[in-house]
């Protein structure tokens, strides 16, 4: 199945490829700061009529058209394309996230980081991989010593969860803060070492489901801000190296 799930999240980023940079409609959801564009709709049509064709009954849940219940046990997390304000912008860090999960439990996770064409993957007990090549956290233990990543939900003008303040207390005490606007490729880095934590707020399942299972699988933890276990249904989450972890939950204690 992780073959499949690399080959249409391939097929949905070269979608995306074709589109960036070019004049597309763009429409609102939300508000202003919540895009979704015409190739958000085309990716995601790829990837749907693919399960359609080759897993007529597995279930669907995806960012742009919702929940296509049927009758099997597996369950296909889709975010065609995460990043969407940068794609508008032409700004090329945004990815296409895939997370499959059978009877509730994730098995594998693909996210394709379609500019840079790195193939993030995992399954379940197998390890973490880009392109190819293995995945391991970082080891860096000091929070004051660590770079980390974030991002803020669409309606951060109302400081939900506190976000304001815990990215300050961020700012006082680590290396940097990064905000590279895809929730999917932050994780991915989290996976790979390059950042040694990543926390945000109101994601959707769609946003982390794949990676949640590249950080855990490339030893790094996943919890809530209390450090609590989470689901892809949670709305908050805080993915580390695991060394870092409790550094940061005490910073995110307000």
């Not at 980023?13 to 959801?29: A, M």
């Not at 940068?86 to 509730?104: C, D, E, Q, Y």
């Not at 976000?163 to 680590?174: G, I, K």
């Not at 895809?182 to 989290?190: G, L, N, P, Q, T």
């Amino acid at each position: 199945m992780l073959d499949k799930v690399i080959y249409i999240a391939r097929e949905a980023g070269e979608v995306l490829r074709n589109g960036f940079g070019k004049n597309f409609l763009v429409e609102y959801k939300t508000n202003v700061a919540n895009l979704v564009t015409e190739y958000d709709k085309r990716s995601e049509k790829t990837i749907i009529d693919f399960i359609k064709k080759e897993f007529p009954t597995h279930s669907v849940l995806a960012e742009e058209s919702g929940s296509h219940q049927s009758s099997g046990e597996y369950l296909w997390v889709i975010d065609p394309l995460d990043g969407t304000t940068n794609f508008a912008h032409g700004l090329p860090i945004f990815s296409v996230s895939i997370g499959v999960l059978k009877k509730g439990e994730m098995v594998c996770g693909v996210i394709y980081d379609v500019m840079r064409d790195a193939m993030y993957t995992a399954e379940k007990g197998s390890g973490a991989f880009c392109n190819g090549r293995k995945l391991c956290v970082s080891t860096n233990d000091d929070l004051h010593k660590s770079v980390l990543v974030t991002g803020f939900p669409y309606n951060v003008h109302e400081n939900p969860d506190f976000a304001y303040e815990r990215f300050t207390a961020f700012l006082r005490v680590a290396r940097a803060v990064r905000r590279l606007g895809s929730a999917a490729i932050d994780m991915c880095y989290v996976a790979e070492g390059v950042f040694d934590g990543f926390w945000e707020v109101s994601l959707n399942a769609w946003d982390m489901a794949a990676g949640i299972i590249l950080v855990e699988e490339a030893g790094g933890k996943i919890t809530d801000f209390a450090g609590n276990a989470t689901t892809i249904f949670g709305k908050q989450i805080l993915a580390s190296n695991g060394k870092v972890h409790q550094s940061m939950i005490n910073v995110l204690r307000v």
